[in-house]
Every structure is written in C-alpha cells, then in structure tokens.
T-cell receptor, first 117, second 112 residues
Framework: GAVVSQHPSWVICKSGTSVKIECRSL??????MFWYRQFPKQSLMLMAT?????????EQGVEKDKFLINHASLTLSTLTVTSAHPEDSSFYIC?????????????FGPGTRLTVL | GDSVTQMEGPVTLSEEAFLTINCTYT??????LFWYVQYPGEGLQLLLK?????DKGSNKGFEATYRKETTSFHLEKGSVQVSDSAVYFC???????????FGAGTRLTVKP
C-alpha cells in the first residue's frame, strides 16, 4: 500500500532556532503533498498545499515566511519552521496524493511532534 | 465555512459492543465524506468514504451512510474488537483534495 513517512517523529528545540521536517512518499510518486497542524484535542488544520516544482499555496492565516515549504521532488516535501517559538509547538502531519490516482485520495504520514522550549 | 463536528471522546467499550460515533457536517454544497482511522504510532488511514447522498461506505465491519437530510455521516460497527482501538476522524472534502476538513477526532478504547 501507499506509505508516507515523516522525519523526525518528534523534536525538541530552543526558541529562535529553525526546525526542518521531512515528508516522503516511500512507494509512490506524489504530485501534491499537504501539511496539516493539529493542536491537542483539536482538528487537523490544513496549513498549505505543496506541488512539486512550484511554490506552495498557503491557507489564510498561515505565515509563509514562518513555515517554509519545499517540494523538490515527487517523493519529498519539507516543512521548515523558522525562528520557532513556544506557540509553534504542535503536531505536524503531512499527506500525499499519488500521481496516478485521482480524486480525494490522501495518504498520511505518522506526524511530527514539535516542542519549542 | 464548511466544517465537521464529531462526537468527542474518549469512548470506552467492551469487546463485541455496538459502536456509534456521531458526525455532522456543514457545507455550502455537496461534499464527499470520509472516516479516517489512526492506530497508535501510525498515520491516518482512510477507513471508508461516501461521495453522494444515501451512499453507504463500508470497510472492516464499519459502516457510515451519507444522510443529506440530517447532514450526518455517523460511523457504526456492530461488534467492536480490541484491535479497533484507535482515534477516528470524520472529514469532508469539497470538489478536490485541497479542501479536506477534519473533525476533532474520537479516541476509542475497546477492553477485552
């Protein structure tokens, strides 16, 4: 089946530092990858849509200079949280849509828990 | 805006009990509806979906019917197992993948 991995699974960093999270589709190519954020006991909130070879599309209220997204290949997208602060602490989840399957199919990674001290 | 509201947990059941997790939606058009499941330490997996009114999605003994009149998509299973313990998310999507809206998730624990 379609597998999406994320690395790291958890990270603790100091305030002011930057953190990079990787999202990989392991056995399929993904034209589109999505980044979500989940606060405790709350919904997954879509942050941005990442298309290979083009700039990411950010949802309203998401700072693009704060959350840098790069989708350099059909199997890899990265999210960099720049100058992280405690309020950025959250669970970040990516998903990917396979190249050959159309319509409403997203495969999710296991998530990355970020804690900013 | 378009949104999903689902029953908050946690829900604790004994093995072989009947399960219902309520989900209602608000949408300006005609969404596709989904249930995702997240097992401990794993990513979200699509459990079932329905793309139009009166459709019934089913998988692994779980069922949900798209009810336009009540704007609902309740998840049911007649006899739960310990292995069903997970977090369940209701979600909707309008027109394309980009617009996936999730409920808060419901944690289910099934005890032997």
């Amino acid at each position: 089946g379609a597998v999406v991995s994320q690395h790291p699974s958890w990270v603790i960093c100091k305030s002011g530092t930057s953190v990079k999270i990787e999202c990989r589709s392991l056995d399929f190519q993904a034209t589109t990858m999505f980044w979500y954020r989940q606060f405790p006991k709350q919904s997954l909130m879509l942050m941005a849509t990442s298309n290979e070879g083009s700039k990411a599309t950010y949802e309203q209220g998401v700072e693009k200079d704060k959350f840098l997204i790069n989708h350099a290949s059909l199997t890899l997208s990265t999210l960099t949280v720049t100058s992280a602060h405690p309020e950025d602490s959250s669970f970040y989840i990516c998903s990917a849509s396979p190249l050959e399957i159309v319509g409403h199919t997203q495969y999710f990674g296991p998530g990355t828990r970020l804690t900013v001290l | 805006g378009d949104s999903v509201t689902q029953m908050e947990g946690p829900v604790t059941l004994s093995e072989e009990a009947f399960l219902t997790i309520n989900c209602t939606y608000t949408a300006t058009g005609y969404p596709s509806l989904f249930w995702y499941v997240q097992y401990p330490g794993e990513g979200l997996q699509l459990l079932l979906k329905a793309t139009k009114a009166d459709d019934k999605g089913s998988n692994k003994g779980f069922e949900a019917t798209y009810r336009k009149e009540t704007t609902s998509f309740h998840l049911e299973k007649g006899s739960v197992q310990v292995s069903d313990s997970a977090v369940y998310f209701c979600a909707l999507s309008m027109y394309n993948n980009n617009d996936m809206r999730f409920g808060a998730g419901t944690r289910l624990t099934v005890k032997p």
